[in-house]
């Protein structure tokens, strides 16, 4: 590997195209590189997946290639849906393996953690200084599956030290079916997992704009298998939410549910636990794990574009203008800021720091499953512009 610190070759791109095969024409044009040695792709689930792959292949050949269906792509011009986005990486700047666990169902802890141990070991005989500062993990993961708290907990105990950040792939707000890409195969009930070192300065972050109240919201019943809230405070719990943000049952929906989310504290940090959808029978289903007995934290919102002004600030202010953060962020924030006519210039701000990613069902950040959260791997390009 290259390891003098020049800027890193990354090339992104996207497409609007609707047609799979143009979308996929357009894409590459734009990322396409010599010796690339891996493409990242997120793509709008209203893709015809199986002419989607083939065009996939016909345009990458035999480049590694991973990614997931999305609920919304970020690209070069920032937010963007029903489209295509992704990003290549040449092989002089970066020494990755990338490995896909299947049947999430059956997950067990300890093969999860032999799983993301032994792909760092194997990364370990090709690349022997690999260390924490040197390298990063991403992982991707059926947003459906229910398995993220456990899996990202496995993978992020098996890395070892390595940052480890991910999203759950979505599908267009549909809730019915999402799916990864790996070996040219569209998978659920799966996590594939990405384990990377480049000579470049590297930085893992997350940003959320809200802050705890002293309002406390107690789970009373609960189906954790199933994420389902059936009481709050010993009363039905859409109900109660509803009481508690000012609202009534019937106005309950997703933009509600981005405007008005909860925290869990863990430690001295309040971690964002989000609102899926109001179930025909009063209780709440969410993206993240909940049980009977937790304690809710009602949030209160703080400036998006500030706070996510600060958090890009921060990453130039520690490793320079970044050639490129990957970038995991919930649909939530995307709902929210259409709903105050913010996407636009949220997207540029994306933009104008090299953003590719897409909007999740969920995201991961060492080893923590969790919503409502911008979550990035940012790449250094040696420039502090």
Not at 68 to 80: H, K, N, V
Not at 151 to 180: N, Q, Y
Not at 359 to 384: D, K, L, V
């Amino acid at each position: 590997m290259n390891t003098t610190k020049v800027a890193p070759r990354v090339r992104s791109g996207s497409s609007r195209q609707a047609d799979p095969e143009a979308a996929v024409r357009e894409l590459a044009a734009a990322i396409n590189q010599p010796d690339a040695a891996l493409v990242i792709v997120f793509f709008s689930s209203h893709f015809d997946l199986d002419r989607l792959g083939e065009a996939l292949k016909s345009q990458f050949g035999t480049t590694p290639l991973i990614g997931c269906t999305t609920a919304g792509e970020i690209g070069p011009a920032g937010y963007l849906d029903g489209s295509l986005s992704g990003v290549s990486f040449h092989r002089d700047d970066l020494c990755f393996e990338v490995a896909l666990l299947e049947g999430l169902s059956n997950f067990d802890f300890r093969s999860g953690q032999r799983f993301a141990h032994n792909l760092k070991e194997k990364l370990r005989q090709r690349a022997p200084a690999l260390a924490p500062g040197n390298s990063f993990a991403f992982m991707l993961i059926d947003g459906l599956c229910q398995r993220e708290e456990a899996v990202a907990r496995a993978f992020h105990d098996g890395l070892s030290g390595v940052a480890l950040v991910g999203g759950s792939a979505g599908d267009d707000l549909a809730f019915k079916e999402t799916k990864v890409l790996y070996g040219g195969r569209f998978v659920s009930d799966a996590a594939l997992l990405l384990l990377a070192t480049m000579p470049f300065p590297l930085m893992v972050f997350k940003t959320q704009h809200f802050v705890s109240t002293d309002e406390r919201l107690v789970v009373t019943e609960a189906i954790p298998e199933k994420r389902i809230v059936v009481e709050i405070n010993g009363c039905p719990a859409a109900e109660e939410y509803a009481r508690v943000v000012g609202s009534s049952i019937d106005q309950l929906n997703s933009m509600v549910f981005a405007a008005h989310p909860v925290l869990v504290r863990i430690g001295n940090a309040d971690f964002v636990r989000s609102i899926q959808t109001m179930n025909a029978d009063g209780s709440l289903t969410f993206y993240c794990a909940i049980d009977e007995g937790i304690i809710f934290r009602v949030a209160q919102g703080v400036d998006m574009i500030n706070n996510l002004e600060t958090a890009l600030e921060d990453v130039v202010k520690r490793i320079g203008s970044p050639a490129l953060i990957l970038g995991c962020d919930c649909i939530l924030r995307q709902l929210e800021s259409k709903q105050r006519g913010l996407r636009e210039r949220i997207g540029v701000l994306m933009a104008n720091r090299q953003v590719v990613g897409f909007s999740t069902y969920g995201e991961q950040y060492c080893g923590m499953h969790i919503n409502q959260t911008f979550t990035g791997i940012a790449i250094g390009s040696g420039s502090h512009a």
